[in-house]
């Protein structure tokens, strides 16, 4: 595996169109939600075990009074040591694949506590489906075995996302980071860049999204 794998969300080239959330659902072939109008962009209004991926937009005011509109990106990141595999009691419920690093769910998860899953995730993302499987992001792992982008990536208009050898990564991570903050943004940052494979550079301080589902 050498490093595998990452991706990095620019949330600054972001336009919250969702062309990820619709391509993750086309590529793995996720059912619908129902869903309803409740006064904002976002939708659904959580992740669920058909819905991997969802761009979540906050509102904050700065202190000094202009808005910031911020978007970002809820899915899992892919932790280099998963606290969901560490919470497992089944060999093989949870894997990583060797190639990409990618944090996988199997059938076995099945015969795992959902809740200590759940709890275990620093970004709230399993979530079960009906027939008792725990469900989240694969970063397309079968894509990538194949030379192809994340479904995410390829979808993305704007470059927002990009996808390549950690290290690759990483390094583009940090000089995107020097634009960004020689361009009005010197607070800017990349989140836990050391321990999770979806690297998200954020403009505004990170109080200004929603980072996960028990922040929302």
Known sequence: MANGKSYLCDTTKC?????????????????TLHTSNRGTYENPHDLAWCCWTLI???ETERPDGTLAWDFLRNSCRHCMDAPCKQATEHEGSITIDAETGA???????????YSKIRLACPFDNP???????????VMCYDRVHNGELPACVKACPTDALTFGDRDVILAA???RLEEVKADGFPNATILDKRDVRLLLLL??????????????
């Open 127 to 137: 979530r079960q489906g009906p027939d008792g499987q725990l469900y989240k992001c």
């Open 15 to 31: 336009i919250a169109c969702r062309s990820c959330q619709v391509a993750c659902k086309q590529w793995n072939e996720l059912d």
């Open 173 to 175: 991570a940090e000089a």
């Open 203 to 216: 403009a505004d301080p990170a109080s200004y999204y929603v980072l996960n589902t028990r922040d929302g």
């Open 103 to 113: 944090v996988i769910f199997n059938e076995g998860t099945k015969d795992e506590s």
């Open 56 to 58: 979540r937009f906050k």
